[in-house]
C-alpha cells in the first residue's frame, strides 16, 4: 500500500522558512516522479514544485520560484520542500504527490499524500 507522509508544516511569520518532508513508502520511490501542491481554503488545488526521478530535473510554479527549492533524496524515499521568504499568500495545505510519469505532467500524479499546513502571518 502507498504512503506518503507530509511533516513539517506550520505556523510562522512573513518572511521566515520552513522546509517540508514527505515519506514515502509501498513504492519504489526512485521510479516515481515526485511533485508538491497547495490548496488555500476555498480555492483550487495548484501545482508549487516537482522533480523529476532522478532528481536532476525540478520545475517551480512562478508564484514560488527563488523561494522555494524542492529535493529528494532516493536512498531515504523522502522529498522536501525548501520554503524561504514566505508570504501570507503561501498560507495553503501542502501535499506531495506521485507520478510515474513526467514530472511536469500534472495530470500524472495519483498518489496523494495527507497533506500539512502552512500558515504564514503578516
Known amino acids: 500500500q502507498v504512503q506518503l507522509v507530509e511533516s513539517g508544516g506550520g505556523f510562522v511569520q512573513a518572511g521566515g522558512s520552513l522546509r517540508l518532508s514527505c515519506a514515502a513508502s509501498?513504492?519504489?520511490?526512485?521510479?516515481?516522479?515526485m511533485g508538491w501542491f497547495r490548496q488555500a481554503p476555498g480555492q483550487e488545488r495548484e501545482f508549487v514544485a516537482a522533480?523529476?526521478?532522478?532528481?536532476?530535473?525540478?520545475r517551480y510554479a512562478d508564484s514560488v520560484k527563488g523561494r522555494f527549492t524542492i529535493s529528494r533524496d532516493n536512498a531515504k524515499n523522502t522529498v522536501f520542500l525548501q520554503m524561504n521568504s514566505l508570504k501570507p499568500e503561501d498560507t495553503a495545505v501542502y501535499c506531495c504527490?506521485?507520478?510515474?510519469?513526467?514530472?511536469?505532467?500534472?495530470?500524472?500524479?495519483?498518489?496523494w499524500g495527507q497533506g500539512t499546513q502552512v500558515t504564514v502571518s503578516s
Open positions: 504527490a506521485a507520478s510515474t510519469g513526467s514530472s511536469g505532467n500534472l495530470r500524472g500524479y495519483n498518489r
Open positions: 509501498g513504492l519504489t520511490f526512485s521510479s516515481y516522479a
Open positions: 522533480i523529476s526521478r532522478s532528481g536532476g530535473v525540478t
